[in-house]
């Protein structure tokens, strides 16, 4: 079964500054998904930035960004001019291509504080 | 475009009452996911719809819990009885079809006393 991990159980960054959360995970697939959800106090569960593997380039949104490694199976996120409203936890997220190519697995999150 | 919505946002309720989770996707999604989040499991799958079918029920804990979708718009997780280890909060998701992006809705946090 697929596992997700994310090994920073919180993280905290200055206003302004550029922070990274980690994730890799294990699967024998070479076709999957990966992507990184956003959830703030309000519990509303967002998705940030979607990547797929057969996808050499790093996925981009404004100023968010991936570090795709594929043979290292990690997928971390770098976020850019962190801003106040970025604080929230946030989850990494497999999804393969099989049989159960609905099925998304979490992380268990990492929660990010942006200090002013 | 509206997104998923469910409702209630809230439930309070006691053991042993019947407890109903609306939720209606986003419209042309043919997926339809209920999740279950807690702080001990972190997020679940409970059950997948596909066109309005139950494809995968097999994160669906228990016989108290049960869950439907009569149309394209609008399914309901049902709770009953509950109990207080059924208090977390309650995604519903919906995604094109099975392969895309899942969107998530707001959740419905439910304390079950």
């Known amino acids: 079964a697929q596992t997700v991990t994310q090994s920073q159980p919180e993280m905290s960054v200055q206003e302004a500054e550029t922070v990274t959360l980690s994730c890799t995970y294990d699967?024998?697939?070479?076709?999957?998904?990966l992507f990184w959800y956003k959830q703030p106090p309000s519990r509303q569960m967002i998705l940030v930035i979607r990547?797929?593997?057969?996808?050499?380039q790093n996925a981009t949104e404004n100023r968010f960004s991936v570090n795709f490694q594929k043979a290292a199976k990690s997928f971390s996120l770098k976020i850019s001019d962190s801003q106040l409203g970025d604080a929230a936890m946030y989850f990494c997220?497999?999804?393969?291509?099989?049989?159960?190519?609905?099925?998304?697995?979490f992380g268990k999150g990492t929660l990010l504080t942006v200090n002013p | 475009d509206a997104g998923v919505i469910q409702s209630p946002r809230h439930e309070v309720t006691e053991m042993g009452q019947e407890v109903t989770l609306r939720c209606k996707p986003i419209s042309g999604h043919n997926s339809l996911f209920w999740y279950r989040q807690t702080m001990m499991r972190g997020l679940e799958l409970l059950i997948y719809?596909?066109?309005?079918?139950?494809?995968?029920d097999s994160g669906m804990p228990e016989d108290r819990f049960s869950a439907k979708m009569p149309n394209a718009s609008f399914s309901t997780l049902k709770i009953q009885p509950s109990e207080p280890r059924d208090s977390a909060v309650y995604f519903c998701a919906s995604s094109l079809d099975s392969r895309e992006t899942q969107y998530f809705g707001p959740g419905t946090r439910l304390l079950v006393l």
């Open positions: 997220a497999y999804r393969g291509s099989g049989g159960s190519n609905y099925k998304l697995t």
């Open positions: 990547q797929e593997a057969y996808k050499q």
């Open positions: 699967t024998s697939e070479s076709d999957y998904y």
């Open positions: 719809f596909n066109n309005n079918v139950p494809i995968d």
